[in-house]
């Protein structure tokens, strides 16, 4: 093998990981984007190319239809939108991307939901024709909800609004003043594109002298992401306990999990949550050897130097540093369901790795979307509405605010009847 | 300050044996699917990675089309028996004398679409209500959109218009009687990846995946090696080409590749060049565009 391509090769085992989502209104090009992405990036294969080209021509398309790169369901083609999260991954030598390409449609919010709670960084598409609207609101906030950090507004379609710098900058004005009332995103950056032809996204745009900053790809590819994770207080849900029952490891009594915050040693003081229980770590196991220390998200196995009953559900933290535990808790809350939350509803809650059974005493307020304003007067939550509630549990959790840590501060409440996943919560 | 990046390959390979413990944790009888291709060994890989030092807390099943390549179960029964697993087959064959399933018809007759109901019956038999499953969401279109969860109903059906949210790494494996679930812990992984991984790792492979000369036919533009269920037709030469596989599937649909790539790097630096999907070799995603949803829908693993 020769010496460049065997460093490629060490390259590819040191790559970081960037996981971004779309988001923005039906039709602001959102799925062309992706397709334009992997097709400059030469993350597209010829017959996944001929396949499109074929539909494309088919139906008559003027252009090659970069959406039907992602838009993998039958019904999606039929209907030109995107109705499910698709999952697309490209890597460059810098970085390996996980993008999660999310429908517009306020009907399928929860899907949008979904690709956009493991995201680092959120594209919001901006139609330049239309500005911000709604739907441009709704997932802003979302995205800001969800506690995505890096946020990207790429005014797609400048081609239809000739090119023009004004324009652009009109649209950064609307979205800096709606988002001055949002809290958390750390980093905003916006960039004039168009997915169509593909100004500014892997190169840099003729048509756009008057735009100096990065092209889309370029700033995926240098965007910092390694201060996001929280390695102040360490969390550990235990998934599993593995008891070998075998001569050479009889008396093994190993904590199977993937760490959710944090860092641990051999060593270190933990309580065992909710019991209270202390101990110390004896040892962090993987197959491949003991490990000195494991941080998130690592899946790893502890064993702590004494007995105590520990079982699925129980989460081992940091004596220096615990979590909550309690039973009382306020949320904010995303609703997916057809059936509206009012007043009072019983509930499984799935938590980390522990499910117990809940009662919503209240919704407290619903928002409004587009002010951010409190709705206090209609507190009936709706398919698509998000608001704030607070509820009980059966039995007491162990947590922190979502603020703090993404894993021990989430939760989803699951219909008893139907098994259905009707709410995504954040706590407060 | 110290450094806690962790590089995109551990991040994938904790996430999928954070998915291995969850599919354990939360299902009854769990069950993982074992094809012989490079994807399920990776998935064993991984299986034996999440609970060691204990065995695998779940058996394996291959659904065996009857149509296989001798080196694949020949690694399949070595795996089993270093592993110390259960192994159960579910024969395509067996469904087809006792008269469940009845065999295509016709030039290119597959049984492909047969493995759909044997699956679907040995779940039942053996009362599985998770199968494990090596897909990876980079294969296809419809693989795109699916959830690591992935229901399905009492049928054995998927919904894709109406699939249950995935909120981070919270997973709901909730489900009524009869019903059952499709666990992807590769969902993230790329063919590289894979094949990055098998090499970091140091796994054995099946000696199919690597360039060998065989006797082969040509057919519909994908070349078969010739078998005992592969033979010449009228019009078919018979040719002998240095080949391997990329995708280990029925002996009679999985098309090879022309390479010389005998080991792990010379493979690696063949899928960086590689202009087509590993897939673009098999001639049932061929068959029309939406082939694959319409055979997961059904069941299709
Ligand atoms: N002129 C022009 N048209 C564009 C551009 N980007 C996308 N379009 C067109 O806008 C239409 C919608 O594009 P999609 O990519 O399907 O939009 P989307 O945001 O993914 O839509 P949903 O997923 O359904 O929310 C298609 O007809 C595209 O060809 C652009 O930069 N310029
Ligand atoms: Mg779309």
Redo the contacts with the bound molecule.
């Keep these: 093998m020769s010496e460049e391509s065997s460093g490629a090769v060490g390259g590819y085992l040191d790559m970081d990981l960037l996981r971004f989502t779309t988001a923005?209104?039906?039709?602001?090009?959102?799925?062309?984007?992706i397709g334009r992405l992997l097709y400059d990036s030469k993350a597209i294969f010829e017959d996944q190319l001929e396949a499109i080209e074929k539909t494309s021509e088919q139906r008559g398309d003027e252009n090659v239809?970069l959406?039907l790169l992602t838009d993998g369901l039958r019904a999606e083609r039929e209907q030109?939108?995107?109705i499910d999260v698709a999952y697309r991954y490209f890597a460059t030598p810098r970085r390996k991307f996980i993008i999660a390409d999310t429908?517009?449609?306020i009907q399928y919010t929860r899907n949008m939901v979904t690709g956009a709670s493991t995201a680092n960084l959120a594209i919001v598409?901006v139609d330049a024709r239309k500005g911000v609207i709604e739907q441009t609101s709704r997932h802003s906030f979302i995205a800001n909800l969800l506690r995505i950090q890096h946020v990207v507004i790429a005014v797609?379609?400048m081609?239809?609004v000739d090119w023009g710098e004004d324009r652009f900058n009109e649209i950064n004005e609307e979205f800096r003043k709606f988002a001055s009332r949002l809290g958390n995103i750390v980093d905003v950056t916006f960039i004039p594109?168009?997915?169509?032809?593909g100004d500014n996204v892997v190169e840099k745009s003729e048509n756009m002298p008057w735009y100096q900053g990065p092209s889309l790809l370029y700033h995926l590819e240098t965007v910092y992401i390694g201060s996001d994770g929280n390695h102040v207080s360490a969390r550990f849900p235990v998934q599993w306990v593995i008891r070998p029952h075998s001569d050479q490891y009889h008396d093994f009594r190993g904590y199977a999990g993937r760490i959710a915050g944090g860092v641990f040693k051999p060593g270190d003081d933990v309580i065992v949550q909710p019991s209270g229980f202390e101990a110390k770590v004896k040892a962090i196991h993987t197959m491949d050897g003991e490990l000195e220390e494991a941080f998130a998200p690592l899946s790893i196995a502890m064993t702590l130097d004494r007995e105590i009953d520990i079982s699925r559900g129980d989460m081992i933290v940091k004596g220096n540093n615990p979590s909550e535990v309690g039973q009382d808790i306020e949320a904010m809350i995303c609703w997916f369901s057809d059936k509206p939350l009012n007043g009072r509803g019983k509930f499984a809650l799935r938590h980390t790795t522990k499910e117990t059974k809940a009662i919503v005493k209240e919704v407290k307020y619903k928002v409004d979307i587009n002010t951010l304003h409190k709705i206090e007067d209609d507190r009936e939550l709706r398919l698509n509405d998000i608001g704030r509630i607070s509820l009980r549990t059966a039995s007491p959790l162990s947590y922190d605010s979502y603020k703090t840590n993404r894993n021990s501060g989430s939760f989803i409440l699951v219909d008893l009847f139907t098994n259905e996943t009707v709410g995504a919560a954040m706590i407060v | 300050m110290p450094d806690y990046t962790v590089t995109h390959l551990n991040q994938i390979e904790s996430e999928a044996i954070f998915v291995l413990r969850e599919t354990a944790a939360q299902f009854e009888r769990p069950v993982l699917l074992f094809s012989g291709g490079k994807d399920s060994i990776v998935m064993t890989h991984l299986a034996r990675k999440a609970f060691w030092p204990a065995r695998i807390p779940f058996p394996l099943l291959h659904i065996d089309t009857g149509h296989n390549f001798r080196e694949t179960i020949e690694y399949r029964d070595a795996l089993v028996k270093e592993l110390g697993a259960n192994l159960i087959v579910g024969s395509v064959q067996k469904a087809i004398d006792e008269g469940r399933v009845v065999e295509e018809k016709g030039l290119n007759a597959s049984r492909n679409a047969l493995q759909i109901q044997t699956l679907l019956d040995a779940l039942e038999e053996g009362q599985y209500d998770a199968a494990l499953g090596g897909g990876r969401r980079d294969e296809e279109k419809a693989r795109a959109k699916e959830r690591f969860f992935s229901h399905r109903d009492e049928f054995g059906q998927w919904d894709p218009k109406n699939q249950r949210p995935e909120l981070w790494n919270i997973f709901n494996g909730r489900m009524s009687p009869g019903e059952h679930f499709r666990v992807f812990p590769l969902s993230n992984w790329t063919e590289m990846d894979v094949w990055q991984y098998l090499k970091r790792e140091g796994v054995d492979l099946p000696s199919l995946y690597f360039a060998h000369e065989r006797e082969i036919v040509v057919r519909n533009g994908a070349i078969l090696a010739v078998s005992e269920f592969v033979q010449p037709r009228e019009g078919e030469a018979l040719e002998k080409r240095q080949i391997r596989f990329r995708t280990m599937g029925d002996a009679t649909i999985t098309g090879a590749v022309e390479s010389d790539a005998s080991n792990m790097d010379m493979i690696i630096e063949e899928v960086a060049a590689a202009r087509e999907t590993e897939r673009g070799n098999r001639a049932d995603d061929k068959r029309s565009e939406s082939a694959m949803e319409d055979r997961k829908k059904q069941g299709y693993f």
Excluded at chain 1, 24 to 33: A, E, H
Excluded at chain 1, 193 to 197: M, N, Q, R, T, Y
């Design positions: 923005g209104s039906v039709d602001d090009g959102k799925s062309t984007l239809n959406a030109g939108i995107t429908p517009g449609h598409l797609n379609k081609d239809l594109i168009s997915a169509l032809k």
